[in-house]
């Protein structure tokens, strides 16, 4: 019976092996995708158990973890949760969502390749692993002065130090408080969560950097006068039609200007003027002047159609390609199919200001460790030069006009030279149009370049309300960060 | 000059002392390790537990030394040690589910354990010789099919968690199963080698496969329908799975026939089909162990899922004991204590957790090869392959090599009929190996010429 007994054994062997086998599958092979189901509660336990790293607004932390005396191990508590909301994002059962909770979530939760010697140090010194810091761009002040003009509107501000690109300000309102969703009790977040994500004003919405980007209007016009001047065809004394519509090629329609005034007695304004006063006729011609392309190559070198991240990843603004002349006439108002977000046009400000140089938009300033070495520092980055520095000298001394004596007048400081520009961007005809404005200043060595939008709020066809509106929210922000 | 006599034959009890205070030092040490990984502190009563603990593995080597000396040194190590590690993983799910020592599960099994070693230790003193068993050989098969099918009696049989394999008397719950598993084992033995001659009289010859007589079909039909009404009615395939292998196991060795094993496992999977065509519960158990992650699947369990993912948390060397969240499976302690370990131990601590089964079985099948006489060779097989196969099914089942069932991992698991029976069934192969490793008087060399003396030995 020895023989069937050998046999035997090598089944055993077999058996053994299959389980060998299984085990290897489950543990090493398929471990990883089991790690990151959904619904791994273990998974989520370690991660909320970790220490999560703040988020800090000059020495000020706006989302921190507290130790909670749950499973959980640690609660995540947001300081001043709704100025700051799009900035943090949330960090609930559904993970870490918007915001830098979610663009950060490896360097917040500490598995960043970027701290692997220090996660190699805490596995031989046996200290639990920590997340890094995030110290922000942001000013409090001027995020404040935004968030303040905003109240109780819809909209969005962005504020940029225009040599660096630094972020200063990211506000979109309305807002809501990510603690709410923060919690520990299932059911509670997911039915807040669920008003959140219902509410037909979007709060959880980032309309400043990733919204359903909005019509640029009249703030567009600077980028087509930067076309034309770069073209080198046109000077800022050049003479362009100027009456109360612009006769179009190809349809029956024309081109209005707002109000539906002239923009001059004579029928006839030079650049500068039309920029004063926002003149539609002068643009629309300008812009078919030059031809689509033209356009579109200025747009580009602003950063129009580039998919940055500052960390979050910023919506692409776009001009429309393939446009006949009518729509070029529109596009070059700022109508027609273009579509920006406010940062883009806080860029197109800081452009102008910085010499034609556009800076990398940016929100993290440093990446501090937990033992408060600094392990990643922001550096400035150029993306592109938009127009060259005579170019954007003229463009300023425009804007500067605009401000002194046209329709950005509420913009201004006393004491400040500032640069601005307004807009009233009509979306859909028998609504209330967005008002717009971009500014900089100081004009001669800008410390701060700014975009406000105000949804619905300008009444449509006027320039002067759209500068009513929003100019006001510019000037408080520029106030803020002068005064500093 | 060639010396005549073979060299003195090695008990190796010293070998199993060694080994033994290794067994019971890697225990401690876990414990200690749970203690301070899971409360921060020395975990409660550690030397006297561990000393305890060490007190009765030393108690049963000391039995081993005056009663089977030349039992084999392995076991007793291998057997210690997994009990020990389910000890201290036991004592770590009270720790997360928030049970004080003294309430929890892990006091009660170390009372299990150490009434399963004196029960063992009661073995290997009464039963002086292995053979003896073979006198009980049918008493065996009644109380074995007997207990087998006690769970379907009204009153005392319960339905637990969809499996009806327990009975329950008073406040005395019991799982006959595995008690039944070691009668039935020495039943097969016994019952086999007395038949194995007539079972092997070659019948027609189909396929290349000497096929055996149809008369001859009828203890193979009668175990079947045994093991099917364990699947059906008790719902238990894990114990159905067991059994029948084990006979078919046995019946081949008895034989060596591979036509019984191609006869065994064409009516099991036959069996087991209709079965699953049939009744609900199987369908369900096959849907959880090939889709487990689907939305009907986790609809009706998640415990498997669970598992899988408590093993997938631990990775290649695992959390550590005391530092992963095995207490988030159920059963943690018991049925999928398997995941248990490997979450905290990982896939290296798991591999080393079967490499110590392979070893006891391997040092069962050894002891089959060794002995002399058929009844022992057969009883060692069958015991040895029964805690493979029962290895393989809870293993299996926990990692999705085939369907889940409700076996518990022998000497691992919580629950004290399991510890009764599965030490038992060692003390048993301890028995058999001690008869199987003893050297034969010589013939012409007994008493008196055995003494040797200083004047006749070579220097």
């Given at each position: 019976?020895?023989?069937?007994?050998?046999?035997?054994?090598?089944?055993?062997?077999?058996?053994?092996?299959?389980?060998?086998?299984?085990?290897?599958?489950?543990?090493?092979?398929?471990?990883?995708?089991?790690?990151?189901?959904?619904?791994n509660?273990?998974?989520?336990?370690?991660t909320?158990?970790?220490?999560?790293?703040?988020?800090?607004?000059?020495?000020?932390?706006?989302?921190?973890?507290?130790?909670?005396?749950?499973?959980?191990?640690?609660?995540?508590?947001?300081?001043?949760?709704?100025?700051?909301?799009?900035?943090?994002?949330?960090?609930?059962?559904?993970?870490?969502?918007?915001?830098?909770?979610?663009?950060?979530?490896?360097?917040?939760?500490?598995?960043?390749?970027?701290l692997?010697?220090?996660?190699?140090?805490?596995?031989?010194?046996?200290?639990?692993?920590?997340?890094?810091?995030?110290?922000?761009?942001?000013?409090?002040?001027?995020?404040?002065?935004?968030?303040?003009?905003?109240?109780?509107?819809?909209g969005?501000?962005?504020?940029?130090?225009?040599?660096?690109?630094?972020?200063?300000?990211?506000?979109s309102?309305?807002?809501?408080?990510?603690?709410?969703?923060?919690?520990?009790?299932?059911?509670?977040?997911?039915?807040?969560?669920?008003?959140?994500?219902?509410?037909?004003?979007?709060?959880?919405?980032?309309?400043?950097?990733?919204?359903?980007?909005?019509?640029?209007?009249?703030?567009?016009?600077?980028?087509?006068?930067?076309?034309?001047?770069?073209?080198?065809?046109?000077?800022?004394?050049?003479?362009?039609?100027g009456?109360a519509?612009?006769?179009?090629?190809?349809?029956?329609?024309?081109?209005?200007?707002?109000?539906?005034?002239?923009?001059?007695?004579?029928?006839?304004?030079?650049?500068?003027?039309?920029?004063?006063?926002?003149?539609?006729?002068?643009?629309?011609?300008?812009?078919?002047?030059?031809?689509?392309?033209?356009?579109?190559?200025?747009?580009?070198?602003?950063?129009?159609?580039?998919?940055?991240?500052?960390?979050?990843?910023?919506?692409?603004?776009?001009?429309?390609?393939?446009?006949?002349?009518?729509?070029?006439?529109?596009?070059?108002?700022?109508?027609y199919?273009?579509?920006?977000?406010?940062?883009?046009?806080?860029?197109v400000?800081?452009?102008?200001?910085?010499?034609?140089?556009?800076?990398?938009?940016y929100?993290?300033?440093?990446?501090?460790?937990?033992?408060?070495?600094?392990?990643?520092?922001?550096?400035?980055?150029?993306?592109?030069?938009?127009?060259?520095?005579?170019?954007?000298?003229?463009?300023?001394?425009?804007?500067?006009?605009?401000?002194?004596?046209?329709?950005?007048?509420?913009?201004?400081?006393?004491?400040?030279?500032?640069?601005?520009?307004?807009?009233?961007?009509?979306?859909?005809?028998?609504?209330?149009?967005h008002?717009?404005?971009?500014?900089?200043?100081?004009?001669?060595?800008?410390?701060?370049?700014?975009?406000?939008?105000?949804?619905?709020?300008?009444?449509?066809?006027?320039e002067?309300s759209?500068?009513?509106?929003?100019?006001?929210?510019?000037?408080?922000?520029?106030?803020?960060?002068?005064?500093? | 000059?060639?010396?005549?006599?073979?060299?003195?034959?090695r008990?190796g009890?010293?070998?199993?002392?060694?080994?033994?205070?290794?067994?019971?030092?890697?225990?401690?040490?876990?414990?200690?390790?749970?203690?301070?990984?899971?409360?921060?502190?020395?975990?409660?009563?550690?030397f006297?537990?561990?000393?305890?603990?060490?007190?009765v593995?030393?108690?049963?080597h000391?039995?081993?030394?005056?009663?089977?000396s030349?039992?084999?040194?392995?076991?007793?190590p291998i057997?210690?040690?997994?009990?020990?590690?389910?000890?201290?993983?036991i004592?770590?799910?009270?720790?997360?589910?928030?049970?004080?020592?003294?309430?929890?599960?892990?006091?009660?099994?170390?009372?299990w354990?150490?009434?399963?070693?004196?029960?063992?230790?009661?073995?290997?003193?009464?039963?002086?010789?292995?053979?003896?068993?073979?006198?009980?050989?049918?008493?065996a098969?009644?109380?074995?099919?007997?207990?087998?099918?006690?769970?379907?009696?009204p009153?005392?049989?319960?339905?637990?968690?969809?499996?009806?394999?327990?009975?329950?008397?008073?406040?005395?719950?019991?799982?006959?199963?595995?008690?039944?598993k070691?009668?039935l084992?020495?039943?097969?033995a016994?019952?086999?080698?007395?038949?194995?001659?007539?079972?092997?009289?070659?019948?027609r010859?189909v396929?290349?496969?000497?096929?055996?007589?149809?008369?001859?079909?009828?203890?193979?039909?009668?175990?079947?329908?045994?093991?099917?009404?364990?699947?059906?009615?008790?719902?238990?395939?894990?114990?159905?799975?067991?059994?029948?292998?084990?006979?078919?196991?046995?019946?081949?060795?008895?034989?060596?026939?591979?036509?019984?094993?191609?006869?065994?496992?064409?009516?099991?999977?036959?069996g087991?089909y209709?079965?699953?065509?049939?009744f609900g519960?199987?369908?369900?158990?096959?849907?959880?162990?090939?889709?487990?992650?689907?939305?009907?699947?986790?609809?009706?369990?998640?415990?498997?899922?669970?598992?899988?993912?408590?093993?997938?948390?631990?990775?290649?060397?695992g959390?550590?004991?005391?530092?992963?969240?095995?207490?988030?499976?159920?059963?943690?302690?018991?049925?999928?204590i398997?995941?248990?370990?490997?979450?905290?131990?990982?896939?290296?601590?798991?591999?080393?957790?079967?490499?110590?089964?392979?070893?006891l079985?391997?040092?069962?099948?050894?002891?089959?090869?060794?002995?002399?006489?058929?009844?022992?060779k057969?009883?060692?097989?069958?015991?040895?392959?029964?805690?493979?196969?029962?290895?393989?099914?809870?293993?299996?089942?926990?990692?999705?090599?085939?369907?889940?069932?409700?076996?518990?991992?022998?000497?691992?698991?919580?629950?004290?009929?399991?510890?009764?029976?599965?030490?038992?069934?060692?003390?048993?192969?301890?028995?058999?190996?001690?008869?199987?490793?003893?050297?034969?008087?010589?013939v012409?060399?007994?008493?008196?010429?055995?003494?040797?003396?200083?004047?006749?030995?070579?220097?």
């Amino acid at each position: 019976m020895n023989a069937p007994v050998r046999r035997l054994a090598l089944l055993v062997a077999a058996l053994f092996g299959s389980l060998l086998v299984s085990t290897t599958l489950i543990q090493y092979v398929f471990a990883a995708d089991l790690n990151a189901r959904a619904d791994n509660r273990r998974t989520l336990l370690s991660t909320y158990a970790r220490d999560r790293g703040d988020i800090l607004v000059g020495q000020t932390p706006i989302a921190t973890s507290e130790p909670s005396d749950d499973e959980f191990k640690y609660q995540r508590i947001y300081a001043e949760g709704p100025l700051y909301a799009h900035v943090t994002g949330f960090y609930s059962f559904y993970g870490a969502s918007g915001g830098l909770e979610q663009a950060e979530d490896s360097l917040l939760s500490g598995s960043s390749d970027k701290l692997f010697y220090r996660r190699v140090s805490d596995l031989f010194t046996g200290r639990k692993p920590q997340g890094a810091n995030i110290e922000t761009t942001l000013d409090p002040a001027v995020q404040e002065a935004a968030a303040r003009g905003l109240d109780g509107v819809k909209g969005a501000a962005v504020a940029l130090d225009p040599s660096t690109g630094a972020i200063l300000a990211l506000v979109s309102r309305p807002t809501y408080d990510p603690n709410s969703v923060s919690g520990h009790d299932l059911e509670e977040v997911e039915t807040r969560y669920a008003a959140l994500n219902e509410d037909p004003d979007t709060p959880l919405v980032d309309r400043a950097i990733s919204g359903d980007l909005y019509p640029p209007g009249s703030v567009f016009k600077v980028v087509t006068a930067a076309a034309g001047l770069t073209s080198g065809d046109v000077t800022p004394d050049s003479v362009l039609p100027g009456g109360a519509f612009l006769e179009l090629p190809q349809t029956d329609a024309t081109l209005p200007n707002h109000d539906n005034v002239p923009c001059s007695p004579t029928g006839e304004v030079t650049l500068t003027e039309a920029m004063v006063v926002s003149c539609n006729p002068a643009f629309g011609q300008l812009g078919m002047d030059i031809g689509a392309e033209a356009l579109q190559d200025q747009a580009a070198r602003f950063g129009f159609g580039d998919a940055v991240s500052v960390p979050m990843p910023v919506t692409p603004s776009s001009v429309p390609s393939d446009m006949n002349e009518p729509q070029l006439a529109q596009a070059s108002i700022g109508q027609y199919d273009v579509r920006v977000t406010p940062l883009q046009m806080a860029m197109v400000a800081a452009a102008v200001g910085n010499n034609g140089r556009v800076m990398k938009p940016y929100l993290d300033q440093s990446v501090i460790g937990s033992d408060l070495s600094v392990i990643e520092s922001a550096g400035r980055t150029e993306l592109s030069e938009a127009v060259p520095s005579e170019v954007a000298g003229q463009l300023r001394d425009m804007m500067v006009d605009v401000v002194q004596r046209g329709t950005g007048t509420l913009a201004q400081i006393p004491g400040v030279e500032v640069a601005g520009k307004t807009g009233t961007a009509e979306h859909g005809t028998g609504r209330k149009a967005h008002a717009w404005f971009i500014a900089f200043a100081p004009a001669d060595d800008p410390e701060i370049a700014v975009a406000v939008i105000v949804e619905d709020a300008a009444a449509a066809g006027s320039e002067i309300s759209g500068g009513q509106v929003a100019g006001p929210i510019a000037r408080q922000m520029m106030e803020a960060r002068l005064n500093e | 000059m060639s010396v005549v006599s073979s060299p003195a034959p090695r008990k190796g009890r010293n070998i199993e002392l060694v080994l033994l205070l290794g067994a019971v030092g890697i225990v401690g040490l876990a414990y200690l390790n749970v203690g301070l990984a899971a409360l921060g502190t020395v975990p409660p009563g550690i030397f006297a537990l561990t000393g305890g603990y060490l007190a009765v593995a030393i108690a049963m080597h000391l039995v081993l030394r005056w009663r089977a000396s030349y039992a084999d040194p392995l076991m007793l190590p291998i057997v210690t040690l997994l009990n020990g590690l389910g000890l201290v993983m036991i004592y770590r799910i009270d720790i997360a589910k928030g049970r004080s020592i003294t309430e929890g599960v892990a006091l009660k099994q170390l009372m299990w354990s150490a009434l399963a070693v004196a029960i063992a230790a009661g073995v290997i003193i009464v039963l002086r010789d292995h053979r003896l068993l073979r006198r009980y050989t049918y008493l065996a098969g009644v109380l074995g099919f007997g207990l087998l099918l006690l769970p379907l009696l009204p009153v005392i049989g319960t339905s637990e968690f969809g499996s009806r394999i327990w009975i329950r008397i008073g406040p005395m719950s019991f799982q006959p199963g595995e008690v039944a598993k070691l009668l039935l084992a020495i039943f097969f033995a016994g019952y086999l080698v007395q038949t194995r001659d007539a079972l092997s009289v070659a019948g027609r010859k189909v396929l290349g496969m000497t096929l055996p007589r149809a008369r001859d079909l009828g203890p193979i039909l009668v175990a079947w329908g045994a093991s099917l009404a364990v699947l059906v009615f008790e719902r238990d395939l894990g114990s159905s799975l067991l059994f029948f292998g084990l006979f078919v196991a046995m019946l081949y060795v008895a034989t060596e026939r591979i036509s019984w094993i191609a006869i065994g496992l064409t009516l099991f999977v036959a069996g087991a089909y209709v079965a699953y065509l049939i009744f609900g519960h199987v369908q369900t158990r096959v849907l959880l162990w090939l889709d487990t992650f689907s939305p009907d699947a986790l609809a009706a369990s998640d415990q498997l899922a669970k598992g899988l993912m408590g093993m997938a948390a631990g990775g290649m060397v695992g959390t550590g004991l005391g530092r992963g969240r095995p207490d988030l499976t159920y059963f943690a302690e018991s049925d999928f204590i398997i995941p248990s370990f490997g979450e905290e131990m990982g896939m290296i601590g798991l591999f080393a957790l079967l490499m110590l089964y392979a070893l006891l079985v391997e040092r069962g099948l050894r002891t089959s090869l060794g002995t002399r006489d058929g009844f022992g060779k057969l009883l060692a097989a069958g015991l040895a392959f029964s805690l493979a196969l029962q290895c393989f099914v809870v293993v299996g089942g926990v990692t999705r090599v085939i369907p889940l069932t409700g076996l518990t991992m022998p000497f691992l698991s919580s629950g004290g009929s399991s510890l009764l029976a599965n030490w038992t069934l060692v003390a048993i192969l301890l028995r058999i190996s001690d008869h199987a490793r003893r050297p034969l008087p010589e013939v012409g060399q007994s008493g008196v010429a055995d003494a040797q003396t200083q004047v006749v030995k070579m220097p």
